[in-house]
DNA sequence: ATGCTACCGTACGTTTCCGTACTGAGAAAA
DNA sequence: TTTTCTCAGTACGGAAACGTACGGTAGCAT
């Protein structure tokens, strides 16, 4: 029984941990992978240990925008903890990485037995949904370098090393705006020294200084999971 | 034991419905009131009858948005169902009315008893989140216009009447806009016959105009509840 | 009846971001 | 090596919404 990476995983009391370890099975997440479909049955719940995933809520065919980002924080598939199987969203793998999943079905029966797992995840539910929540303050009111802070520091929280695996067309995905303005966006940071930017990738440089420019649209989803589980 | 428009209630069985009856308090809830302050504790969860409130994100001071409308479909203090008594966001009365509601403590208590309400208040939450998934869709991609539309639409779902007592102001905190950019889409609608406006308030003329305008920003978490509560 | 206040209509220059599109550079495949 | 593809930088006209502000009207209070 080594210790998790995943700050849920960590937090559970050695009885519970054990009982979910039976069932937990560690798997590789390559870029990409869906690990809900919208509107599909979900098969898995997933831990990142390392990997992170963006939750996409879709409208119609085309429209879709980022509403949370689930790393080594959290766990996907919320919708199975709220008594259902599938939600409208879509949820992928943004950085490669580790992860533990259990079957969604295996899922709900330890959680049947076991209130303090619930209740845990119950907490992890609010907070995500805190998440989302301020994804839309930020979506209404934020300009768009400072929503670009706020996903480079969401991303930064839930990475091993300063470095984020990401392109400028898949940002604009995320941020639901033309892959032109996140390459002028983030020429800005850079050329400030906030991050330095490769080919496929970015590394933060200067959190603080990134923090800053994110003003208070970064901050309140993290305040209540550290009040709620950290 | 009379029958309750509140949706939640009246999806409930007997002899769930009878354990919450003797628990629950009529009110008449004044525009504005406050049913949940940011981060403070939660006295009371509202089922409402025909009141409407709106839950809003607040990031530091100034920055705050609408990301969710409660009606007669729903109830208020999720967080007391996820196992917490507070929350950053903050609740209140959008369009007077009456609702019932019931001490958070009481509440919980209920819940421990009683697993068919806690299972339907989950399934609400699953569909609340998902409408504050898809204002944040809408607040990134969608027009003003669209934005307005699916609001009325929403506030027209959970009144009595066409009729929705908004002033632009109001309407223009909701959506994170200026109040003159309400008022000139409100006009737009007005002047294509979609809507009548007055002095405070809207009335719906044209449904099936608006839900064109809105197009696929509106309808998804509504066909949500209709799956898991309806 | 008069004044006050809240609410609505309108205007104008400015900012932000869009749609589109062309070019070059890095990385992988042939 | 050459080709091919993906990714990033740049440009330009245009749309949407902003900040600000001024004037008008409905309804309430005195």
């Keep these: 029984m080594k210790k998790h990476r995943n700050r849920l995983l960590a937090a559970l009391l050695p009885a519970d941990l054990n009982l979910l370890e039976t069932q937990l099975q560690s798997v590789q997440l390559e870029k990409r992978r869906v690990l809900e479909a919208p509107n599909r049955t979900v098969e898995y719940v997933y831990f990142p240990e390392t990997a992170i995933a963006s939750v996409v809520a879709v409208c119609g065919r085309d429209e879709r925008i980022e509403v949370g980002l689930i790393g080594c924080e959290g766990v996907s598939g919320l919708t199975v903890l709220m008594g259902d199987r599938r939600s409208p969203n879509s949820t992928y793998v943004q950085v490669e990485g580790e992860a533990l999943r259990i079957e969604a079905d295996a899922l709900r029966k330890v959680l049947l037995q076991n209130e303090s797992l619930r209740d845990l995840l119950l907490r992890f539910g609010h907070v995500f949904t805190t998440q989302i929540a301020q994804t839309a303050v930020a979506n209404g009111r934020a300009k768009l370098e400072q929503r670009l802070a706020r996903w480079i520091l969401m991303a930064h929280d839930r990475t091993v090393a300063d470095d984020v695996a990401i392109t400028h067309e898949f940002l604009a995905v995320m941020l639901g705006v033309r892959r032109a303005s996140v390459t002028v966006a983030l020429d800005a940071l850079e050329k400030k020294g906030f991050i330095a930017a490769r080919r496929g990738s970015l590394t933060v440089a200067d ?16 305040a209540e999971f550290e009040r709620l589980i950290g």
Tied chains: 1, 2.
């Design 207 to 222: 959190r603080k200084a990134i923090e800053k420019i994110a003003g208070h649209f970064y901050g309140v989803p993290e």
